[in-house]
């Protein structure tokens, strides 16, 4: 694997020359980039000697300054791994801050990051650097506990970077879950279908598609090919070679999209918000209000519930789970979905609570196999990595 080793300065970065070298030993092709304080610690020609390649440190060298090295770096980049990272460079990633080479090249990259934190006990437990790091962690960064032990400081607590052999074996097991769904097919839907009133209008709802969008880029990352059947959608579609997205307007039209890819698909994902009721003849000329007329009827009719219609023939090993949207009776409603759809499971979410186009999510997890598993409030991304966790154990246990 293509791994860029970030160092920053802290005294465990000698640590990080020996963790280079097992990850070289392994097989894993190695850049490294170095914060300026790291190369108070150790040297650059040290890290350069042992890659054969040379360590980005400046963006602003003659050599670099007609090129755009961080970005060619970011894209080469299939796991970046900070090691070891201070409560300061933990501190710019969670705000973004891109002000010299190690974080404008890690802001540019998309591949998985891990970071093994190294700092003394009372910045470690600082509530800053805790806030830091639930953010970084939301935004799906791997972070590895530091150790207890014996500080530079000369006394022992927590904030020791863990030995290299360990980080190697942490590391190589993040490796692993990131290929765990390698070969698995997964559908995804996100965003809101939208029934058609005339030409113009039409009846929709409040879905953003962000839950949808964090749940295939989660599946993504664990190796699955996605298919990402998506409605209306506030947010960027995500670019990644794994998801294949799939534009639908209607319930209808999604239906159809879901029942070609159902058959051949390992999992599949209801995340969209799926309109109940289409008008039962739309209008082919925009509808014009007429002098007299202060109301207009729609006649509706019911659209067909997907999630029902594909898991009445969802073969052993298929996978099914759905979302429920309510305002009240949240468990005993999303209880009786779980049942009436067929579902393997349903991720029951009150929408009381400022869910649409928020960043976090607080959802219960039901099953047919166990009592229903109230997770925290966290951001959508994290919820969608405890779901992919669910289908990966699933699907890998068959
Ligand atoms: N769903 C579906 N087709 C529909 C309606 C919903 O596939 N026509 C799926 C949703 O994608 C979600 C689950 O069913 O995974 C529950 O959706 P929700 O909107 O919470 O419930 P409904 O089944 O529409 O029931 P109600 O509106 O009465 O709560």
């Known amino acids: 694997m293509r791994i860029t080793v970030y160092l920053t300065g802290g005294v465990a970065c000698y640590k990080a020359v020996e963790l280079v070298r097992g990850l070289e ?9 170095m914060t300026k304080n790291a190369e108070k610690f150790v040297g ?5 000697s042992l890659t054969k390649y040379p360590v980005l440190d400046d963006l602003w060298t ?61 910045m470690w437990n600082n509530p800053a650097t805790q806030r830091n790091l639930s953010t970084i962690e939301g ?18 607590a927590k904030g020791r970077m863990p030995e290299p052999e360990e980080i190697l074996t942490w590391t190589n097991e993040q490796i692993k879950q990131t290929k765990r769904l390698n070969g698995k097919k997964i559908i995804v839907t996100a965003g809101g279908t939208l029934e058609a009133i005339d030409p113009v209008r039409f009846i929709g709802n409040r879905s953003s598609g962000k839950m949808g969008i964090a749940v295939a880029e989660a599946a993504a990352n664990s190796g699955a090919q996605v298919t990402l059947i998506y409605a209306n959608i506030t947010v ?94 949240l468990l005993q409603n999303a209880e009786k979905k779980l049942r ?38 966290m951001s959508k991304s994290a919820v969608a990595d405890h779901l992919i966790d669910i289908i990966a154990k699933n699907l890998l246990n068959k």
């Open 340 to 377: 009436e759809k067929n579902a393997d499971y349903i991720v029951a979410n009150n929408v009381n609570q400022n869910v649409f186009g928020n960043d976090q999510n607080q959802v219960t997890i039901l099953s047919r196999k166990t009592a229903p598993k109230k997770l925290k409030r």
């Open 139 to 156: 935004d799906g960064v791997k972070v590895m506990e530091p150790a207890v032990g014996m500080l530079a400081e000369g006394y022992a």
């Open 25 to 33: 030993k392994v097989g894993h092709e190695i850049r490294i980039v």
């Open 44 to 48: 650059p020609s040290t890290l350069a």
């Open 236 to 329: 960027p579609l995500p670019k990644k070679p794994l998801i294949k997205p799939v534009h639908v307007e209607s319930t209808e039209d999604m239906l159809q999209v879901v029942e070609k890819y159902f058959t051949a698909c390992d999992a599949l994902i209801m995340v969209a918000a799926v309109a109940d009721w289409r008008v039962k003849k739309a209008a082919d000329h925009k509808i014009k209000k007429q002098a007299d007329q202060n109301t207009l009827k729609l006649s509706l009719v019911k659209t067909p519930d997907i999630l029902k219609t594909v898991a009445k023939n969802k073969k052993s090993g298929q996978l099914v789970m759905g979302f429920a949207a309510e305002t009240d009776e």
């Open 62 to 122: 003659k050599e670099n300054q007609a090129s755009v090295p961080h970005v060619h770096l970011a894209r080469w980049t299939e796991l970046a791994l900070i090691v070891p990272a201070t409560a300061d460079f933990v501190a710019k990633i969670a705000n973004g801050i891109a002000d010299d080479a190690a974080t404008t090249t890690l802001l540019a990259t998309k591949a998985p990051k891990l970071i093994v934190p190294a700092m003394n006990d009372q």
